[in-house]
């Protein structure tokens, strides 16, 4: 029974802490552009084993990210990009490979890529979007660039940025805070989303609402290791009470 008990709470502990971290990484990225909430969860599941049948037992889970947006703060930045509506823009990592993301804070590289702050590329209709040197960035609310340098009236169309949609539960965090779908496959075109240039949106993390969760949690992990001290004396209790009784 004891054995049980020291178990019930190191896993209520082990939960709390892994919870913990979810939230003071949604803390850590409440000012990050275009950062999406990670939600956390306790989920019922069936313990194994024999005479275990009916146990349930519980473990965490990161089931997603909310998909609240959040404000669109103006910068005056022609190299900031904000969307309106459920579109996310397409990205491409070093590696090739397709990732989305909603954070429009970028800048252009050597070779005249414009790229964002983590360095993958954004997509176009035909690509990479390319621009020339010299030239700052025109982005209608359409989605089209054009490249203007000083002096010029007026500028040369570059690209029509990618914007795509996705339906709930379909795209997960990677490791590098870009977005990717579950089943690797391409999202469809977004059809009613606009840009807003020299804007950013903002983290939709509310900083009051995870400092009450970080409170609770760290609430539930004190009681986690009360409850392992609980066993722990009880234990020393029923050894003692044996031990006179012999």
């Known amino acids: 029974m004891i054995d049980r008990m020291v178990f019930t ?6 939960n709390a802490v892994d919870q913990l971290a979810v939230t003071t990484n949604n803390l850590s990225n409440a000012a990050t552009p275009g950062f999406r909430e ?11 084993g024999d005479g275990a049948a009916t146990r349930i037992s519980s473990v965490d889970s990161t089931p997603g990210f909310s998909s609240v947006g959040g404000r669109i703060e ?21 590696d090739g490979s397709t990732a989305y993301t909603r954070a429009g804070r970028l800048n252009v590289d050597a070779r005249g890529v414009l790229r964002t702050a983590n360095g993958a590329a954004l997509q176009g209709e035909n690509g990479d979007v390319l621009m020339p040197q010299g030239a700052a ?4 609310g359409d989605g089209v660039v054009y ?26 965090r990677g490791f590098d805070g870009l977005y990717e779908t579950r089943d690797k496959l391409p999202l469809a075109d977004a059809a009613v989303v606009r840009v ?18 970080m409170i609770s949690q ?28 012999r």
């Open 137 to 140: 960035p025109e982005v209608g």
């Open 74 to 94: 103006q910068t005056g930045n022609p190299f900031d990009l904000a969307l309106e509506g459920d579109g996310w823009f397409s990205v491409k990592r070093r």
């Open 38 to 48: 990670q939600l956390a969860a306790f989920r019922a599941v069936q313990v194994r």
């Open 9 to 14: 709470a190191m896993a209520g502990a082990r």
């Open 196 to 213: 807003r240039q020299g804007s950013t949106e903002s983290s939709n993390v509310s900083v009051s609402d995870a400092m009450v969760q």
């Open 147 to 172: 490249s203007r340098r000083e002096g010029e009236v007026t500028g040369t169309r570059v690209g029509q940025l990618r914007i795509v949609r996705a339906d709930p539960g379909v795209l997960d």
């Open 218 to 245: 760290s609430r539930l992990f004190d009681l986690s290791m009360q409850l392992v001290k609980n066993a722990d004396q009880n234990a020393r209790s029923a050894n003692q009470l044996i031990a006179s009784a």
